[in-house]
């Protein structure tokens, strides 16, 4: 039996272990907002790494830092947050030392929100599927990771290269995340990383940035029964929205030459201006003095965001409002990043998912948007990712769920990863 034989039985082997520990992270609820429960998983995170003989260290992102980072960032300041943004990094030093691999997973989820029919905390297992908040997006990728380095303890494998491992907190929510703190603050050094984010059937090489842009019209209340003396801030937003849509007309237009999975029904990265959230009106008889617009721009890679926020700067320029005025808040949330598709850890990477698979694995950009980004722009860390959800797991959806099957391929493919470039 070959080495690589050995470490993927292994997996097999510790199958009901992996899913019994994926059930126990689900239900640990970690919604953002506010961001609840992180020091109790960080902790049982840590404690299943320091059973593989790994150093081990919760890092909490200081408040003030986040305070001051987070500070004019919509997507903070609109949704409260509290309680400590806890983090996991893990060390395995390896025999040579000469390269360090990354390894990265977020332990937040989005909320729960409406439609369920299954416990969105009890990791049920129906035909195959574990259902569960943060099932596909993605706490089972995150024991996928421990469990991959579990399969190489077990099997006598020893690693040429160190490892890190990183859990952190906030992706979901986005702008300032702890991932971000961890890379400026000097926790986050290595040659490459692999993130856990992302489904199964690609390797992904490339991610949307995101900009969110709130707009607000202003008007003056007075009683609907006499609107006329009043300025009505719903109908100031007529213009707005007409001007926005022709501008998303010319974004959608726009193509770039990174292929998608197909079966997002586009061919290439897309970048997007969408309304997302409207809002004004306190009671039916009373004129609203404000109507507020989110609006949410996905910027391509070879987008710059910077350009992106001036163009819709210039649209509502052109607005012409009969009444009232109009303002914009802008806030980039992540900024688009790609890496070289035939860099070592994308080849390494596409080769082993297509081995495990037995399928033409191949790289490819995704419409959504991560924190690896300030990896790779900020830390100079080529990156790339992918994990053990699926288009049709549901992720931030209802009854949201990752197959058991692929949470061992991917337990699997990160074994062989860290082997196929650390050496061994």
């Known amino acids: 039996m070959s080495v690589r034989e050995a470490v993927t039985k292994q997996v097999d082997k510790d199958k009901d272990s992996l899913i019994e520990f994926v059930r126990k992270l689900v239900r640990i609820p970690t919604q953002d907002p506010p961001g609840e429960n992180y020091p109790k998983i960080c902790s049982v995170l840590a404690e299943e790494l320091k059973g593989l003989g790994m150093d081990v260290e919760i890092v909490v992102a200081p408040e003030k830092v986040l305070k001051e980072k987070r500070a004019g960032n919509i997507v903070w300041e609109a949704m409260p947050w509290s309680g400590e943004r806890t983090n996991v990094i893990a060390k395995l030093r390896g025999m040579e030392r000469r390269k360090t691999l990354l390894f990265n997973g977020h332990i937040d989820t989005v909320p729960v929100g409406a439609g369920w029919t299954k416990d969105p905390f009890k990791g049920e297992i129906i035909h195959g599927k574990l259902y569960g908040r943060g099932s596909s997006d993605m706490k089972g990728s995150c024991a996928a990771i421990v469990y991959a380095f579990r399969a190489l303890r077990e099997a006598g494998v020893k690693l040429k290269g160190d490892v890190t491992l990183t859990f952190t907190s906030d992706e979901e929510r986005g702008g300032y995340t702890s991932l971000c703190y961890l890379v400026d603050a000097g926790y986050i050094k290595g040659d490459f990383m692999v993130g856990g984010d992302g489904n199964i059937e690609n390797v992904y090489t490339a991610s949307n940035g995101r900009i969110i842009f709130k707009v607000t019209t202003h008007g003056k ?131 082993v998912m297509s081995e495990l698979t037995k399928s033409g694995v191949t790289y490819a950009g995704i419409q959504g948007s991560t924190d690896i980004g300030w990896v790779v722009n900020k830390g100079k860390i080529p990156s790339v990712f992918f994990g053990a959800g699926r288009i049709e797991g549901m992720a931030h959806g209802a009854d949201e769920h990752v197959k058991i099957a692929d949470l061992m391929t991917a337990a699997k493919a990160y074994a062989l990863i860290a082997m196929d470039y650390l050496g061994h």
């Open 221 to 351: 209340a007075v009683h609907s029964s006499v609107a006329f003396r009043g300025i009505n801030a719903i109908e100031g937003m007529v213009p707005v929205l007409e001007e926005l849509f022709k501008l998303k007309r010319v974004i959608e237009a726009r193509e770039s030459d990174i292929p998608v999975n197909p079966r997002q029904g586009i061919k290439h990265l897309t970048p997007l201006l969408t309304p997302t959230m409207i809002d004004a009106g306190v009671v039916p008889n009373m004129v609203p003095s404000d109507c507020t617009l989110m609006v949410d721009r996905r910027v391509v890679p070879s987008e710059d965001p910077r350009k992106a926020v001036k163009e819709v700067e210039s649209c509502l320029a052109k607005v012409k409002i009969p009444k009232g005025k109009c303002t914009l808040e802008t806030s980039v949330v992540y900024d688009p990043f790609e890496v070289d598709s035939k860099s070592p850890i994308a080849v390494i990477s596409t080769k």
